[in-house]
């Protein structure tokens, strides 16, 4: 392999192509990077900063950084590890996850990249945001206890639906979802569950309506392996196929 | 005052002796004793001490997310809460069950039937039964039974165990799974788990026979003792199948009178707040229900739960629990089944009962069928009960246009039994208490009667801003300053 087309990541040799980010470079090689705010299917967001790496030394989101020859990348290693577990902290008290009684449990990114991480019990007091549930669409729940910002399905309905459904409101820790409607309520949009923003939520905010449960525990999406090992669902797509 | 040592009528002065917690039951209470200067006992409490609003919290949840969110209200029996609510939302979906999906749910049950009956005889009761009340502390413990009695213990942990497994494949978890549904179930038995389930069935049902026989020649060897211990009269209620059998998944309510008759039958339960209705109390997160015919829960207190169950339906429809059923009727003249350690036979009686049903089960080819969901007219509401270990439980929603919950109404098995519990510490503290020097082992006859209820505490306290509630400003002597008190309508009130 030449030197022009590949990085070191954690002491293996990683291929790239040209345009590839550092994240769809690992993921590609099967070599997975925790992440939320990523989607192969859309432009690196950067926000969730779960996927941060040392490159050369040097902090950065693997998802916006793009792969060059030689880079020497750091991702597996407890200073790192420390870092993302913390993330991951932050955000769990940041809304109301309660895994338990979410049907989303056992399909959730959150969820399970807490149990990759070793996430074992609460660090940071729990800020318990007011967050009423939208069930106004005949279809779809709009759960914002859950939301983690990661704006997939801000960037779903703009860019695939065209149809500008949900934005974000506020600043700072009051920064939340919306819905793009005069009363603010989804069933005054032109949402569909047929919609892409209702398929890439990585968490349990949009969940079509009366199907919760109905996978039996032992066969949900993240029950058999860890998140780690489903590495390839989350290989980039040819560039032809993003928007 | 209504209930004799409810409420001292001159407080002052006198001595106050708190069991707190109270042990080897689920969930967090104590017990408050006033004594007079010559130890002669003047207000005895069960105060269920924690609270835990699911009544309140669940408003605003989608439907389809009760029946597990609920469950996990208790450790030790959440299948009952979990399917209470499934069948609650059965009606709000309009659904009639697939015979595959009541099947699994019945397995489900009656699994958890025999894990939480094993749990409470061998786990929590039998260290009290097999060594005595007022034993040492420190050997009357399941870790004292399991050196003491190895075969004894070895069967409890087991029987657990089974049960649990049931549990395990038919919901996905051995405590909070998520295998019942509004309109049915997510999973049926595959092949394997059916034959690894049956390789079993005919040791369980052998174990729970020698518990009957072990419980029976306790209450033969002391019967003096376990007949009169904490004994009071009550009314009773529990599920009775449309024949009259005992069948702890479905039917209708039925009630009788202390004295042995009828006060109603066959019951609907879709409309129990015709025949049911709540008391609140300033001194207890658990609310008080009594029969609505009978005025008010001075009167119209009940009992629930094994005793009950056993006592009230005309048979039981598996053969070795019914025979069972029949010596312990007719028992010294009927009295034990008026006994409130007659709970613990009982007890053993329907867990009998539930490995048979499960050996019936697994020869069923239904279970593992794959018609699991039905689906038919949505409605507003929805109630599910069922008999669950510890007695009737009911659950009541409405559910708006959104799919959202509205309203929720919990009765609980134990709150059934609130007054019921305090009538028993009451008898046994004037029976063993009163006018003694305290200790240890006579305090722990006040736990042992509670334990005969099998309390599931934690599960019986959520009503929220319904609770009467009084603040009393105690001066350093003693004496009350000031008082005040919120009314269940929410209204303040200084004396």
Request: charged letters at 20%.
């Amino acid at each position: 392999m030449s030197e022009s087309s590949s990085f070191i990541l954690d002491d293996q040799e990683i291929p790239f192509m040209p345009g590839q980010s550092v994240m769809q470079a690992a993921l590609a090689a099967g070599v997975f990077i925790p992440h939320l705010c990523y989607h192969p299917e859309f432009r690196p967001h950067g926000s969730c900063k779960l996927c941060t790496v040392k490159i050369n030394g040097r902090p950065a989101t693997s998802c916006t950084t793009p792969a060059a020859a030689g880079m020497e990348v750091e991702s597996n290693t407890p200073e790192i590890l420390d870092k993302r577990r913390t993330l991951l902290q932050m955000l769990l008290v940041e809304g109301n996850h309660f895994c338990p009684s979410c049907e989303k449990s056992g399909f959730c990114m959150l969820q399970a990249l807490g149990y990759e991480l070793g996430v074992v019990a609460p660090r940071f007091s729990l800020l318990y945001p007011a967050r009423p549930v939208d069930a106004s669409h005949p279809d779809v729940l709009l759960d914002f206890n859950r939301c983690i910002l990661c704006e997939l399905c801000i960037r779903a309905s703009t860019e695939v639906d065209g149809k500008f459904v949900f934005a974000l409101s506020g600043r700072g820790i009051k920064k939340h979802l919306v819905v793009n409607a005069e009363s603010g309520k989804l069933a005054d949009t032109n949402f569909s569950l047929a919609d892409k923003a209702a398929q890439v939520c990585p968490v349990g905010v949009i969940l079509p309506k009366r199907k919760g449960f109905a996978v039996p525990i032992g066969q949900r999406r993240f029950d058999a392996a860890p998140i780690s090992a489903h590495v390839d669902e989350f290989k980039p797509v040819a560039p032809g196929e993003r928007p | 005052m209504p209930f004799e040592l409810e409420t001292a009528s001159h407080p002052k002065n006198l001595k106050r002796v708190a069991i707190e917690p109270v042990s080897r039951v689920e969930g967090h209470g104590k017990v408050t004793l006033l004594l007079d200067d010559d130890n002669h006992v003047q207000q005895v409490r069960l105060h269920i001490t924690e609270f835990r609003g699911f009544e309140k919290f669940i408003e605003g949840r989608p439907y389809w997310e009760v029946p597990v969110m609920v469950q996990r209200l208790c450790g030790i029996c959440p299948v009952s809460h979990h399917l209470a609510a499934s069948k609650a939302m059965d009606m709000v979906v309009g659904a009639t069950l697939t015979p595959t999906a009541e099947k699994i749910r019945r397995l489900m049950h009656y699994g958890q039937i025999l894990q939480s009956h094993a749990l409470h005889f061998f786990h929590l009761s039998s260290p009290d039964l097999l060594f005595g009340f007022d034993s040492d502390v420190a050997k009357r413990n399941i870790v004292g039974v399991i050196a003491a009695h190895p075969e004894i213990a070895k069967k409890g942990v087991l029987l657990r165990k089974y049960g649990q497994e049931i549990i395990r494949m038919t919901a996905g978890k051995r405590v909070h799974g998520t295998g019942s549904i509004p309109g049915g179930v997510n999973k049926s038995l595959t092949a394997e788990e059916r034959a690894t389930l049956q390789q079993d069935t005919y040791q369980m049902i052998a174990w729970s026979r020698d518990a009957v026989q072990l419980i029976k020649k306790l209450f033969e060897q002391n019967f003096e003792l376990y007949n009169s211990f904490g004994r009071f009269s009550a009314h009773g209620m529990c599920l009775v199948r449309a024949d009259g059998a005992m069948d702890l998944y479905h039917g209708g309510l039925r009630a009788r009178h202390a004295d042995g008759r009828s006060l109603f039958d066959h019951f609907d339960y879709s409309r129990y707040w015709d025949v049911i209705s709540e008391d609140v109390k300033s001194w207890s997160y658990m609310k008080f229900p009594f029969f609505k015919a009978m005025g008010s829960s001075d009167t119209g207190w009940y009992r629930v739960g094994p005793l009950t169950r056993v006592a009230l339906c005309d048979f039981i429809p598996t053969p070795l629990a019914d025979k069972e059923r029949s010596e312990f009727i007719g028992f010294a003249n009927g009295t034990a089944t008026g006994a409130t350690l007659g709970y613990h036979w009982a007890l053993m009686i329907e867990m009998l009962h539930a490995a048979e049903v499960i050996k019936d089960l697994l020869h069923d080819d239904d279970i593992c069928g794959s018609e699991l969901m039905a689906s038919g007219k949505r409605r507003g509401r929805g109630v599910g009960v069922i008999e669950a270990p510890r007695g009737t439980l009911i659950h009541h929603y409405r559910v708006d246009e959104n799919d959202q919950v509205i309203r929720a109404n919990l009765i609980v098995s134990t709150t059934h039994n609130n007054q019921a519990m305090n009538e028993a510490i009451r008898v046994v503290a004037k029976q063993y208490l009163d006018g003694r020097e305290l200790t240890e082992g006579l305090l722990n006859h006040i736990e042992v009667a509670i334990r005969c209820f099998d309390p599931c505490l934690s599960c019986a306290t959520h009503a929220l801003g319904k609770m009467p509630l009084e603040v009393v400003l105690v001066g350093a002597d003693g004496t009350a300053l000031d008082r005040i008190t919120r009314n269940m309508h929410d209204s303040l009130a200084a004396p």
